[in-house]
């Protein structure tokens, strides 16, 4: 069972983001990266309005009959990865989540080089036929791709590193993948009920909204805690990325969902990562260790020892969460 904590700390990057003293940002960051690998970040300046929005269309989306929504199935979206599945159509560890979801990445039309020449995960959005939807979407990309930047700066300095460093060689152009997520109620306990298995995240940072439902857990030395709701808050953590580039400093943390709420719980992350063709070399990094032993890590895999571009990383867990996609489209 997990429990609610206090083990995950409420950072107010308000400082960071208008670049004033980043450095006390800096140093809370680093804390959090090194004892839970998971914080909130409030002071964030993402406009609440933006944020009711897409909250509100997407509860209008996943509203409708799944006849509906599968106008827009992943299938349609080809090596772009983009679209809807429906419940069960994503898998953790081989098992099917209890989740529906929309897929969405950066707004690339037909003349962009990357889709021309044919790049995986790279190509334009499907979206709803609701009013603004697209709309609402976009701008919440823009917003959340600057955040994910200013986070990222943050998690530079906290580093001993400059601002700039990750930016200057990983995302200057990242892979930006972001999800919208429908969880729907169960009151099963059964471990078959997850609404998604314990996993971590592939890349740098993902940067989570969450609605006030709850059911995210995070895996703590003390075992499972409660990620529980706050308002106009974001819950961040790092990914597999971060975790080799650190050398094991700032390791990427197991999380899972159970929606116990009664009601449909919807979530929002947006994964900042690496760009696709970004050979991925760790940081040598003063007094850091580098923690090959990851025998306890959900997948038994050590992600220190790959070598190769984010693009390598990330379509080798494609593969392992929508098969027939893979094989369809890569």
Same mark, same amino acid.
């Given at each position: ?15 960071? @983001? ?22 909130? @970040? @409030? ?19 996943? %509203? ?29 560890s081989g098992q099917p989540d209890l989740k529906e979801g929309i897929y969405f990445g950066a707004e690339l039309d037909a003349t962009h080089p990357a889709v021309q020449n044919e790049i995986p995960m790279h190509g334009a959005n499907l979206f709803p036929d609701i009013p603004q939807f697209r709309e609402t979407v976009l701008e919440y990309l823009a %917003? ?18 400059? %601002? ?53 857990? /995070? ?37 899972? /969902?159970?929606?116990?709420?009664? &009601?449909? &719980? ?30 306890? &890590? ?22 392992? @969460?929508?098969?027939?996609? &893979?094989?369809?489209?890569?």
């Open positions: 069972m997990a429990t609610p904590s206090s083990q995950i700390p409420i950072i107010d990057v308000s400082l960071l @983001v208008s670049s004033r003293k980043p450095d006390t940002v800096a140093t809370q960051i680093r804390q959090a990266c090194c004892n839970t690998g998971f914080f909130y @970040v @409030v002071g964030h300046g993402i406009d609440e309005a933006l944020q009711q929005r897409l909250e509100r269309q997407s509860r209008q989306f996943f %509203a409708q009959d799944l006849a509906t929504k599968m106008q827009i199935q992943m299938a349609k979206g080809g090596r772009a990865w983009r679209g809807y599945f429906p419940i069960g159509g994503e898998l953790t %917003a959340m791709t600057q955040l994910g930047q200013t986070l990222m700066a943050g998690i530079a300095l906290s580093l001993g590193l400059e %601002a700039s460093y990750f930016r200057d060689r990983y995302t200057a152009d990242p892979l930006i993948l972001f999800r919208i997520f429908n969880y729907p109620a169960t009151n099963n306990p059964q471990e078959s009920s997850w609404g998604v298995g314990e996993h971590t995240d592939y890349g740098l940072l993902t940067i989570l909204k969450q609605d006030d439902a709850g059911g995210l857990q /995070v895996k703590s030395k003390s075992g499972w805690i409660d990620a529980l709701p706050i308002p106009n808050s974001f819950i961040c953590n790092i990914g597999d990325m971060l975790d080799l580039l650190t050398g094991g400093l700032y390791r990427s943390t197991p999380h899972r /969902v159970k929606n116990l709420s009664g &009601r449909d &719980r919807l979530s929002f992350p947006f994964f900042f990562d690496p760009n696709f063709a970004a050979e991925i070399h760790p940081i040598e990094l003063a007094g850091a260790i580098m923690d090959d032993n990851q025998s306890d &890590r959900w997948d038994k895999a050590n992600v220190h020892e790959f070598r190769g571009t984010y693009g390598d990383y990330v379509l080798n867990k494609v593969a392992k @969460v929508f098969p027939e996609l &893979r094989q369809q489209a890569f």
